[in-house]
């Protein structure tokens, strides 16, 4: 198995979200290890590799939250998708944003997938299980050269 297959980059502010995802990810029996990264900036950066050992894999999915400090996912969403080295990572806009045109500008940016949080830890769970039946089951990403 490719080291980045085991490897999902979760960029979210807040703390409790992050914690709740991770425990759902564990009740849905999903092995991909959850690195978590709290602003827009420490994603470009881990991303692009800066203040990590060089051969720190890529994550198989990105899970991007819209509004945080150090740059907005939007802003996150189109770095990535103008760098060569990340641009065809699937990005899955994981959001509390209900807003259409919020939904609207990801797609445009080039989001994969946009999800709202759900409120309720079971909804959480089964959001969890629907994201590795089809992200991590499914799918089939584009392959690096």
């Not at 959850?34 to 881990?46: I, K, P, S």
């Not at 080295?85 to 997938?113: C, E, F, M, W």
């Not at 946009?114 to 392959?143: C, F, H, T």
């Amino acid at each position: 198995m490719d080291p980045a297959e085991n490897v999902i980059l979760h960029i979210e502010d807040d703390e409790n979200d992050a914690l709740l995802l991770q425990h759902a990810f564990t009740q849905a029996g999903i092995s991909q290890a959850l690195v978590v990264v709290r602003d827009g900036q420490a994603a470009m950066d881990y991303l692009a590799g800066d203040g990590a050992p060089a051969d720190h894999p890529l994550p198989c999915l990105v899970l991007l939250d819209l509004n945080m400090p150090g740059g907005s996912g939007i802003d996150v969403l189109k770095w990535i998708r103008r760098t060569p080295s990340v641009s065809t990572l699937p990005v899955v806009v994981l959001t509390a944003s209900k807003h259409d045109g919020d939904i609207h500008r990801a797609y445009l940016q080039g989001a994969n997938g946009y999800l709202v949080k759900p409120n309720r830890l079971e909804d959480i769970i089964a959001m969890a299980r629907a994201i590795k039946d089809y992200w991590l089951v499914q799918n089939r990403g584009s392959v690096r050269p």
